[in-house]
């Protein structure tokens, strides 16, 4: 209630001159946002009293299932870099005249994110993109920092190369003016505002945040706006948008031929994830990729270099790229592919977590996976990747051991909805697959087998090579073993798991390069955890490992061929039905 008036007056601004997009992150706000829904008549007054009731789509925050939000917003501070993926693409993809608004207030301004935004739009020059700052002065349990200094706001602006503002946010006259100047870079329009301004009980106190007015208060408070309302002379005649962006269609991105890989060849998956995309790339114009600042480690400079108007460099700002990934791929407008070290994308979980939240379709590559990576330490390297996305509910995991699986994860990823992780690895291995070998997702592949198969052995990229080596060392002692490669770790193949698990006597070890928790092993035990007479070993990372060359540490840390043997000799001794 208490942003109300405030955000009225920027409603009927907005309408006037947005034209295309308005994101608004202040999502705490969004009972006003459904109000101007009613106001300008796009839903029913009487829906607005379902308001966070649990068969209601007005949620506490706004959310994709409504129709005119495209991404969810509730975690301060995600706004602007959501709001430079779209004037990005606005600007640079679609070439159009839309502009887009971020409503931001002084509280989330202290978010390093917003910071990394600001930077990202103003050295790309986002002259279609302005940022709305209303510094009411107040947060939810304190003032915000620099509590009514706008000119301290303008400095800082001025500083990250934005065109700012100062304005008196009460006044629309002010607002229209600084909202319709001409631009060459972003604006930020800094508005002085007061929290809960024409309610004397409420005006510029703190105890006021997010609360509903007491019934006899909220009465008298609502016949005082309406006398005000009624009283004004003021109309507004906003010009009609003009659509000027071209219709995209994202179906049937595809790879237009076969992978090009023989069998026994070397590539890293990394190199290959690059590139395939330069590949998808070729034919398909709406594939763009963003990286980090890793882009000759990634191998997304592949891409880069065949495609340069379609790669963006975000620099060394992850939770930005997430952000911006997240921007350009809202409204169907992209298929976006980002990538950075698989360790990096941890300081991005909250905008991961928004994306699922806001059924976002980004694809994302974590490379340099677990210690495989050797000598750079355990800061490169990503042990908790698997985990992380595995808990986000719309995610599907990609973890490919060759060149042509990962051709195939990313062709498959362009059209699997949802946030989609690509695990690549940093050393190169032989090609396992034939280029006309069919990927699904959900599908797992039997990579070894014999009819005297003891145990079902699962590993995925490097692992999953060491297993198979491990599976040559065994047959000389008359072991035989079965090799299973998940190909996505979410969704798993439980399926096939089991079928052929119960074909070893419900024997599986699983083998993973990241550490125990939340990685390949947790998932396979959630998928047999039904299964009578399974015995399921794990070998994963125990401990934050060293630098040192890569097979020292796969040995060091047990995930290598020998402690694979191992763990199968011991599995099979004392074992009644070892033979
Ligand atoms: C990342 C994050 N941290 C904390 C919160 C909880 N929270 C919601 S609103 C708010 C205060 C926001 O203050 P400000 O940005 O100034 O907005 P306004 O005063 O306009 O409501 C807080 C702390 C949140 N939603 N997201
Ligand atoms: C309505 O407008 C008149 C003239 O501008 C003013 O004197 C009066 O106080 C206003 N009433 C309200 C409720 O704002
Ligand atoms: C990445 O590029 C930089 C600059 O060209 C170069 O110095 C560096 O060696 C490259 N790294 C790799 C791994 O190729």
């Known amino acids: 209630m208490a942003v109300l008036w405030l955000v009225i007056d920027f409603s009927y601004i907005l309408q006037l001159v947005c034209n295309y997009v308005c994101s608004s992150p202040q999502g705490h706000a969004a009972p006003a946002l459904y109000s101007m829904w009613t106001e300008t008549g796009f839903l029913k007054e009487s829906e607005l009293f379902s308001l966070c009731q649990v068969e209601s789509n007005l949620e506490g925050h706004p959310i994709p299932k409504q129709q005119f939000v495209d991404v969810a917003t509730g975690s301060l501070g995600q706004g602007l870099g959501v709001a430079c993926g779209m004037?990005?693409?606005?600007?640079?993809?679609?070439?159009?005249?839309?502009?887009?608004?971020?409503?931001?207030?002084?509280?989330?301004?202290?978010?390093?994110?917003?910071?990394?935004?600001?930077?990202?739009?103003?050295?790309?020059?986002?002259?279609?993109?302005?940022?709305?700052?209303?510094?009411?002065?107040?947060?939810?349990?304190?003032?915000?920092?620099?509590?009514?200094?706008?000119?301290?706001?303008?400095?800082?602006?001025?500083?990250?190369?934005?065109?700012?503002?100062?304005?008196?946010?009460?006044?629309?006259?002010?607002?229209?003016?600084?909202?319709?100047?001409?631009?060459?870079?972003?604006?930020?329009?800094?508005?002085?505002?007061?929290?809960?301004?024409?309610?004397?009980?409420?005006?510029?106190?703190?105890?006021?945040?997010?609360?509903?007015?007491?019934?006899?208060?909220?009465?008298?408070?609502?016949?005082?706006?309406?006398?005000?309302?009624m009283n004004s002379s003021k109309r507004l005649y906003p010009a009609t948008p003009m659509e000027d962006a071209p219709p995209v269609s994202l179906c049937n991105i595809r790879m237009p031929s076969a992978p090009a890989y023989k069998q026994g060849e070397k590539v890293s998956t990394r190199k290959a994830y690059g590139m395939a995309l330069a590949k998808l790339g070729r034919y398909n114009e709406r594939v763009v990729v963003l990286d980090g600042d890793t882009n000759n480690i990634t191998y997304s400079e592949i891409f880069k270099n065949e495609h340069p108007n379609r790669f963006v460099e975000c620099y060394i700002a992850q939770q930005n790229m997430v952000s911006v990934a997240t921007g350009c791929a809202a409204r169907e407008r992209n298929v976006v592919y980002a990538s950075t070290l698989a360790s990096f994308f941890t300081r991005a979980y909250d905008q991961l977590r928004m994306a699922a939240i806001s059924e976002s379709n980004i694809n994302l590559c974590g490379s340099h996976c677990g210690l495989s990576i050797g000598e750079d330490g355990p800061s490169q390297m990503g042990l908790e990747d698997i985990a992380m996305f595995r808990a986000i509910p719309t995610a599907t995991i990609f973890y490919p051991s060759d060149g042509v699986s990962i051709e195939k994860a990313v062709e498959l990823a362009a059209s699997t909805k949802g946030v989609c992780y690509i695990r690549t690895s940093r050393p190169e291995n032989p090609i396992i697959y034939s280029s006309n070998e069919d990927f699904h997702v959900g599908q797992a592949k039997v990579v070894y087998q014999s009819t005297e198969d003891k145990v079902t052995v699962i590993g995925a990229g490097i692992t999953l090579h060491e297993a198979v080596a491990a599976a040559e060392m065994l047959k000389k002692e008359r072991i035989f073993i079965r090799v299973i490669d998940p190909f996505t770790i979410k969704p798993l193949d439980s399926k096939t798991i089991i079928e052929h698990a119960r074909q070893t006597r419900g024997r599986i070890l699983t083998v993973e390069d990241h550490y125990y928790e939340g990685g390949l092993g947790e998932a396979v035990c959630s998928a047999v955890v039904n299964e009578q007479g399974f015995t399921l070993q794990r070998l994963a990372v125990a401990h934050v490992p060293r630098s040192g060359k890569p097979n020292e540490l796969l040995k060091i840390y047990g995930i290598d061929r020998e402690a694979i043997c191992q763990a199968i000799r011991k599995m099979l001794s004392g074992s009644a039905n070892a033979k």
């Open 87 to 229: 004037a990005y693409t606005g600007k640079y993809f679609d070439k159009s005249s839309y502009r887009v608004f971020c409503l931001m207030g002084d509280g989330e301004l202290s978010e390093g994110a917003v910071w990394e935004a600001m930077s990202f739009a103003s050295y790309y020059q986002l002259d279609n993109l302005v940022a709305i700052l209303d510094i009411n002065r107040l947060g939810q349990t304190d003032p915000a920092p620099l509590q009514h200094h706008v000119e301290k706001y303008q400095k800082r602006c001025e500083a990250f190369g934005w065109h700012a503002i100062i304005v008196d946010g009460h006044s629309v006259e002010e607002l229209c003016k600084a909202l319709s100047q001409a631009r060459h870079q972003p604006t930020a329009i800094i508005a002085k505002t007061t929290k809960g301004k024409g309610i004397p009980a409420v005006e510029d106190k703190m105890g006021w945040h997010a609360k509903p007015l007491p019934k006899d208060m909220a009465e008298g408070v609502v016949k005082d706006l309406q006398a005000r309302i």
